[in-house]
């Protein structure tokens, strides 16, 4: 494992291999660079330690004025992911965040080959693909406490309300 920084970037490289009657290896690998207001990464995994374990994602976060912006994509061996994400603050201690997300199924050569997450239309699966979108409010009552509150729309049309304190010490 190999840990670096210099100023505004960082980067991480690990690998890992176990011997004995069958030897499998990971290696995973992760760089971002932080300039002004705006950070990039990217990470990647590969793996022979089981079926579906290669992973890749990149984000880019940063400010535009008062406005915090983020957009992320994932692929997990063939699952797509991506996210948009804003947040801005209201008053001096209310924040107002609002995301949307889609993800893809696998395919049906995937599933023929034993992979079971994100089944398109198959029953038992746990059908996370598609579309969700939420917005989340936040105020801060001081002394690490504020008062959380949210709704989720999911990919599933299933609609969730929060509220909570949470509590920061």
């Known amino acids: ?8 970037f960082a ?15 990971r290696l995973g690998a992760s760089a971002s660079y932080s300039f002004g207001d705006w950070r990039a990464a990217i990470g990647y995994q ?3 330690v089981a079926a579906f374990e290669d992973k890749l994602m990149v984000t880019l976060s940063g400010n535009i004025g008062n406005f ?3 957009a992320a994509y994932a692929d997990n061996d063939g699952i797509s992911k991506w996210g948009l994400y804003a947040n801005t603050d209201i008053g001096a201690a209310s924040n107002i965040l609002v995301w949307v997300t889609d993800e893809s199924a696998v395919s ?15 029953a038992t699966s746990n059908q996370q693909e598609g579309m969700s979108y939420g917005i989340h409010y936040s105020y801060d009552l001081g002394g690490g406490v504020s008062l959380e509150t949210g709704y989720r ?3 599933t049309d299933n ?4 509220a909570g304190v949470y509590f920061s010490f």
């Open 11 to 25: 980067g991480h490289i690990s690998y890992s291999e176990r011997n004995g009657a069958t030897a499998t290896s």
């Open 159 to 162: 609609d969730t309300f929060q």
């Open 108 to 122: 049906a050569a995937d599933v023929a080959a034993g992979r079971d997450d994100n089944r398109d239309s198959v």
């Open 1 to 8: 494992e190999v840990i670096y920084s210099n100023a505004g």
């Open 46 to 48: 590969s793996s022979d």
């Open 153 to 155: 729309r999911s990919s």
């Open 68 to 70: 915090g912006v983020r």
